[in-house]
C-alpha cells in the first residue's frame, strides 16, 4: 500500500507566480489535512478536506490560498501570487474515514516551496 | 485552544545514552497525544500515541513516552540511543472532545536530537 504522495517534493517560484501542490492520500483515505513548516517552527494545522468538501479552513490565510479534494484525483493546494514569506514546507496529511475522522494521520513527504 | 511546548529545542547526547524529551500541553478539554519523528527533507512518521488507557504507552524503535494529567506532560524516553535516532522529534496533541476539532493536531516547536558516536 503506497504512502501518501506529494508532488511536486520541490518547487520553486518567482514572487507574483502561483504554486499548486498536490496530495494523494493512502488508498482508502478519504480525509486529508494539510499544515505548514515554517523554517525554525513547528507545523501549523491550515485546512481540513474531505472528499468534495472543505471540512474546516480555520488554518488558512485569508488571501491568496485556496485548497480543494475533488470526488476524483488529488487534493490540490493553491497558493496564488506568491511572497517570500510563502518560502515553507507543506505536508499533507491523510486518515482513515473511521468515525468521521481518525486518531491517527499519515504524513507525505512534504513539498518545498521557495519563492524568489 | 491548545499549546504545546517541547521544553528543549536541541539535546545532544552520546549513543548508548538514555534521553529524555519533554513536552507540556496546555488545553481546556481533554486530549489525545502524539509523538512524530522527522528525518532531514522527509515527512514525520508517528512514534506513539495516547488515546486512552495506560498512560505509559510504547512506540516503536524501542522509544515509549507516559501521559502525566496532573503535570498536563507527555515526555519521550528512549534508555539507549543510537546514532540512527538522530533526527527533530515534534509532540503533538488533538482534541478528542468530539465537536468541530476533526483530528487537527497542534504541534510544539520541535527538539532536535542528535546522537554522536
Known amino acids: 500500500n503506497a504512502g501518501v504522495m506529494q508532488n511536486p517534493r520541490h518547487l520553486v517560484r518567482r514572487r507574483g507566480q502561483e504554486a499548486r501542490l498536490r496530495c494523494s492520500p493512502m488508498?482508502?483515505?478519504?480525509?486529508v489535512y494539510w499544515y505548514r513548516q515554517l523554517p525554525e517552527e513547528g507545523l501549523k494545522f491550515m485546512v481540513y478536506?474531505?472528499?468534495?468538501?472543505?471540512?474546516?479552513e480555520s488554518g488558512m490565510p485569508k488571501e491568496r490560498f485556496s485548497a480543494e479534494f475533488p470526488k476524483e484525483g488529488p487534493s490540490i493546494l493553491r497558493i496564488q501570487q506568491v511572497v517570500r514569506g510563502d518560502s515553507a514546507a507543506y505536508f499533507c496529511?491523510?486518515?482513515?474515514?473511521?468515525?468521521?475522522?481518525?486518531?491517527?494521520?499519515?504524513f507525505g513527504p512534504g513539498t518545498r516551496l521557495t519563492v524568489t | 485552544a491548545q499549546s504545546v511546548t517541547q521544553l528543549d529545542s536541541q539535546v545532544p547526547v552520546f549513543e548508548e545514552a538514555p534521553v529524555e524529551l519533554r513536552c507540556n500541553y496546555s488545553s481546556s478539554v481533554s486530549v489525545y497525544l502524539f509523538w512524530y519523528v522527522q528525518y532531514p527533507n522527509q515527512g514525520l512518521q508517528l512514534l506513539l500515541k495516547y488515546l486512552s488507557g495506560s498512560t505509559l504507552v510504547k512506540g516503536i524503535n524501542g522509544f515509549e513516552a507516559e501521559f502525566n494529567k496532573s503535570q498536563t506532560s507527555f515526555h519521550l524516553r528512549k534508555p539507549s540511543v543510537h546514532i540512527s535516532d538522530t533526527a527533530e522529534y515534534f509532540c503533538a496533541v488533538s482534541d478528542n472532545a468530539g465537536g468541530t476539532s476533526y483530528g487537527k493536531l497542534t504541534f510544539g516547536q520541535g527538539t532536535i536530537l542528535t546522537v554522536h558516536p
Open positions: 488508498k482508502g483515505h478519504s480525509h
Open positions: 496529511a491523510s486518515s482513515p474515514p473511521t468515525g468521521g475522522w481518525s486518531y491517527e494521520q499519515y
Open positions: 478536506l474531505q472528499k468534495e468538501n472543505i471540512i474546516d
